[in-house]
């Protein structure tokens, strides 16, 4: 016996616990009301958990990451050791768990030592404990070493603890087999793995065939102790292929390896790498015939995890105590279904054989989907809302909520102006439920971004006609909150009328060509992408304001003043005519150059007084003598057109132009609130390419030295 030099406590302990992996030992003082953990190498104190009353007993749960603590009150309490002691007192050993299957009398090896005679010397132990961390019962079976020579027992479930003197005193009397194994594990326990495997190397030289497996089962598990991962592996499987009386052995060493390197993978946060290995080792070792392998954490949370992250617990057949929440970042997210995608995968087969496996899964997807949905709601950024949708749909989730996500998910592109990606998504919402409206309007949303206006009036009208017709009253209460754009249609054009009504009978549109009188104009205006976006952008309310801007701007028209040449274009001569396509003649090549002029400046509609009237028709010809001036006050610009005045000119050649001679020259000055002086090649006057020359200070010098009449 060795006794450590310091007290642990003041008083009596009163209860003493050894972690599993033998790092770490917990005792309780019966007057101090606390539990101290001490590191079993430096036998220094590493943590201490306070009580309210005297602490009873202590028991640690299998994987050391949990202890519960029986108090004098009544009560027990049970501690996360985790977030107490450094996560190296957690490393996964397989020598600190030498667990092997229950049926121990039918197990090749200890029948080898009934055959030797040495069943005193390798003596296996099996018993069963409560665990109080999941109320379930876990049978534990440990190998029990002891020398024959020496009366010292080496258990390996407290090997941290073994006198390593004393097992080099047994070899010293009697070099057994036994004693030889001893040693090592021994040393494996202090972590000389070096000196253990040649210990073992030792072993192999002094023992039979039947011998020799077992040894090298032992020296797999050194090499997996020692970090050699893939040697021990591999060690194992040749192990298995050289001597197949000791599969049965190897299979349950190999499971305990690919759950532990399983696990190492979960504590690094490499899902995908875990599940395949927890999948490796149940195959191995199925739980029914270990029942330590019925409790598998495929996904779990950690305090080193920043947000939260899906957490999944098989715990054996009973899968009642899954739960799920959902992850903070895309990151996170798109693990999540990586992960799920990668258990139903490895699991398919048991998956369709058991029902209520099958049953669960589904309502862990469901469960899932909502949360991902919820989490989708609440995010901060629309690329983060993008993505919890897009996972959740990866999951397969039922129609009607598979639709919800698809519009939800449409919104959120939407936001990010990917136009094309959230019509796909309002689309695949509307396929599956043709009769929720608010697909519709997701997709009229979608298709307004992409300016395709007429297919949004359409979608928006779709919305309306199914809130309209729909059986639920409370959906159709929704239509309120609605403008059915034929209203809209009605609102631009009762706007338009008025405009029409205070500009000339006729203008020609500077885009064809052609003239147009008010019906047409209306036809034109109708069909142009700009009276459909009005249309489509009005869904929940009219805004006059923003009508009657854009209707006006639509509707702005250029005048032309200009002195008659001898054969000017009339009416007739352009009815049915684009004005480009006619043959060329001094006055079209003017009346060209002045609609290609307007139409430059972004001016839709041109008149000119030789074409847009019909003298024909007394009534329309004095109406638009009497409208002339009108016209030309409400006009966007006035052009101006100085025939007989070249460019070369100097200035003061407007008094002296023809143009100052007519009739119609001074209410053509003076109405207009912009007007622009053009020589005869159509340059602006004295190079001024302001945007009115009545803001000219040389330009209306020469009109007042012209007419007389002040500016201003």
Same mark, same amino acid.
């Given at each position: 016996m060795s006794e450590w030099p310091d007290y642990p406590h003041v008083d009596s302990i009163s209860a003493l616990c050894l972690s599993n992996n033998g790092k770490f030992i917990i005792s309780a003082s019966s007057s101090e009301c606390s539990v101290k953990i001490w590191d079993v190498h430096t036998r220094s104190e590493i943590g201490s958990l306070k009580h309210t009353s005297e602490v009873l007993d202590v028991e640690i749960s299998p994987d050391d990451g949990h202890l519960v603590c029986g108090v004098k009150d009544g009560k027990f309490s049970v501690w996360n050791l985790r977030r107490v002691l450094p996560m190296s007192y957690f490393f996964h050993s397989l020598t600190a768990f030498p667990t092997f299957p229950s049926d121990s009398d039918s197990h090749p090896i200890v029948s080898l030592l009934h055959r030797s005679g040495t069943r005193h010397d390798l003596i296996y132990r099996i018993f069963e404990r409560h665990d109080a961390v999941n109320g379930s019962r876990v049978v534990y079976t440990t190998i029990l070493l002891t020398g024959p020579s020496s009366g010292y027992a080496c258990d390996n479930a407290l090997g941290r603890l073994t006198m390593h003197k004393r097992v080099i005193k047994s070899l010293s009397v009697k070099p057994s087999l036994v004693a030889i194994l001893a040693k090592s594990v021994a040393q494996s326990n202090q972590e000389l793995y070096d000196a253990a495997i040649e210990t073992l190397n030792v072993a192999l030289e002094n023992c039979d065939q039947e011998e020799e497996d077992f040894v090298n089962v032992i020296k797999a598990i050194t090499f997996f102790d020692a970090g050699l991962r893939d040697d021990a592996i591999r060690h194992v499987n040749d192990l298995v292929v050289r001597s197949p009386d000791v599969k049965h052995l190897c299979a349950f060493v190999q499971a305990? =390896?690919? $759950? #532990? #390197?399983?696990?190492?993978? =979960?504590?690094?946060?490499? %899902? @995908?790498?875990? @599940?395949? #290995? %927890?999948?490796?080792?149940?195959?191995?070792?199925? *739980?029914?015939?270990?029942?330590? =392998?019925?409790?598998?954490?495929?996904?779990?949370? *950690? $305090?080193?995890?920043?947000?939260?992250?899906?957490? @999944?617990f098989f715990k054996g057949h009973n899968l009642s105590g899954i739960s799920a929440r959902p992850a903070a970042s895309a990151k996170r997210t798109q693990q999540v279904l990586d992960t799920l995608r990668e258990m139903e995968s490895v699991f398919r087969d048991e998956i369709k054989l058991r029902s209520e496996l099958s049953g669960w899964l589904a309502g862990f997807k469901s469960r899932c989907v909502e949360m991902l949905e919820s989490q989708g709601d609440g995010a901060m950024h629309y690329d983060d809302a993008i993505t919890q949708y897009t996972v959740a749909l990866a999951i397969n989730p039922t129609p009607l909520l598979a639709a919800t996500l698809f519009m939800k998910r449409s919104k959120a592109r939407a936001a990010l102006s990917l136009w094309d990606d959230a019509l796909k998504d309002a689309e695949e919402a509307i396929k599956l439920n043709p009769s929720f409206p608010l697909g519709y309007e997701r997709k009229h949303t979608a298709l307004h971004g992409l300016e395709r206006y007429g297919d949004a009036i359409n979608a928006l009208t779709t919305m309306i006609s199914i809130l309209e017709s729909s059986p639920d009253p409370e959906i159709r209460l929704l239509r309120g909150n609605y403008i059915n754009p034929s209203d809209t249609k009605n609102a631009v054009l009762e706007v338009f009328r008025k405009f029409v009504d205070n500009s000339p009978f006729r203008l020609i549109d500077t885009r064809s060509g052609r003239l147009c009188d008010a019906e047409k104009r209306r036809k034109i205006f109708k069909e142009d992408p700009i009276f459909k976006e009005l249309v489509s952008s009005m869904t929940t309310q009219l805004h006059l304001e923003r009508i009657n801007t854009v209707t006006r701007q639509y509707f702005q028209y250029v005048m032309l003043s200009h002195r008659w040449e001898a054969k000017e274009l009339e009416l007739a001569d352009v009815l049915d005519n684009s004005i480009y396509e006619l043959n060329t003649s001094p006055a079209l090549t003017k009346l060209q150059r002045f609609c290609r002029l307007a139409r430059d400046a972004k001016f839709r509609w041109a008149w000119s007084d030789t074409c847009c009237i019909n003298r024909d028709k007394d009534v329309e010809f004095a109406k638009s003598i009497n409208s002339m001036f009108h016209w030309y006050r409400c006009s966007a610009a006035t052009i101006v057109y100085l025939t007989g005045v070249p460019p070369q000119m100097i200035p003061g050649a407007l008094k002296e132009s023809v143009w100052m001679t007519r009739g119609w020259t001074l209410q053509e000055l003076l109405a207009p609130p912009v007007i622009r002086f053009y020589y005869e090649d159509w340059t602006p006057y004295l190079n001024n390419t302001s945007h009115n020359h009545k803001e000219s200070v040389d330009i209306m010098q020469e009109l007042e030295d012209a007419t007389g009449v002040t500016a201003g």
């Open positions: 305990k =390896m690919y $759950s #532990l #390197l399983a696990a190492d993978a =979960m504590e690094s946060r490499d %899902f @995908i790498r875990a @599940i395949p #290995l %927890f999948a490796q080792a149940r195959h191995l070792c199925p *739980s029914g015939q270990y029942p330590e =392998m019925d409790t598998v954490s495929l996904v779990r949370h *950690s $305090s080193k995890l920043s947000g939260r992250t899906v957490v @999944i």
